[in-house]
């Protein structure tokens, strides 16, 4: 049965935009913060993971790749990845790697650091970036935050190919630190999952 | 009449991610609040499709009392 397509079933061509504009200009990983803002306004002030599930580009780029044109193995993903310790394990590394990311920005600033024209992959690997950066108006630390948030962004895609490859095309949907953290909020906006028991599943309260 | 089985989810695994959401066809499952999803018994028929595409592995197709 096919459903009804919305405008947002296409937002999946955001990720390959995204990626896009970053390869020739830097600058534009400045408008990743929106994948991070918003899902957390619409969590705090909604209640919600609606963004989770309705508007998620990556979410809906990795259904796509591997449901309609079956690059994934679709095998369980492993229980241990599933597990509550590697979800907050892995939230909490990504904290940990994002305010690294966030000092080196901030030494940039002050001066005490020159500005690393390249790509951080796998929180390891530095990738030439150079040809992405023309100056810019603003000050260096502008450049090296957006250097640094591309760099959380083309690795976590990587992982997200990489595991919708090996197991289910969402299985990065398991343990996505934004999904971990939107998911927290709404616990603790909703209460106890008991609570869910008197759910009539009827789909209101997402709409 | 009811099919022999429904979509079950666990809560305490479910990472709400709305997969299940949107391949369920007769719309019987839903996110509860961000928290977890929740299927209604009453509309699921048990076809399973939810079951296959959950990432998590939180829904497993139940017996229905009295039908097992």
Known sequence: ?207 | MPSKRFALVDPAYCVACGCCVKVCPLSAIAVWRGVTAQADPSRCVGCGKCVRECPAGTISLTEREGQA
């Open chain 1, 1 to 207: 049965m096919n459903r009804k397509k919305y405008w947002y079933d296409y937002l999946w061509i955001v990720t390959p935009i995204y990626l896009g504009l970053g390869f020739f200009n830097i600058l534009f990983a400045w408008l990743g913060m929106l994948f991070f803002c918003l899902p957390l306004l619409i969590a705090i002030f909604g209640g919600s993971k609606l963004y989770c599930n309705r508007y998620c580009d990556r979410g809906q780029f990795l259904g796509l790749l591997g449901g309609r044109l079956k690059l994934s193995r679709n095998r369980p993903t492993p229980r241990w990845m599933r597990s509550k310790a590697f979800r907050y394990g892995f939230l909490v590394f990504f904290f940990v790697m994002f305010f690294q990311m966030l000092w080196t920005t901030y030494l940039v600033g002050a001066g005490a650091q020159s500005l690393g024209q390249f790509v951080k992959l796998l929180w390891t690997f530095r990738l030439p970036w150079h040809w992405a950066y023309h100056g810019t108006l603003f000050a260096p630390w502008v450049a090296q935050y957006a250097f640094g948030f591309y760099s959380v962004m083309l690795t976590s895609t990587l992982i997200g190919l990489i595991v919708m490859v090996l197991f289910k095309p969402r299985s990065w949907c398991v343990f996505c630190p934004m999904g971990t953290m939107t998911q927290l909020i709404c616990r603790l906006r909703a209460g106890s999952p008991e609570a869910a028991k008197d759910c009539a599943g009827c789909g209101g309260c997402a709409k």
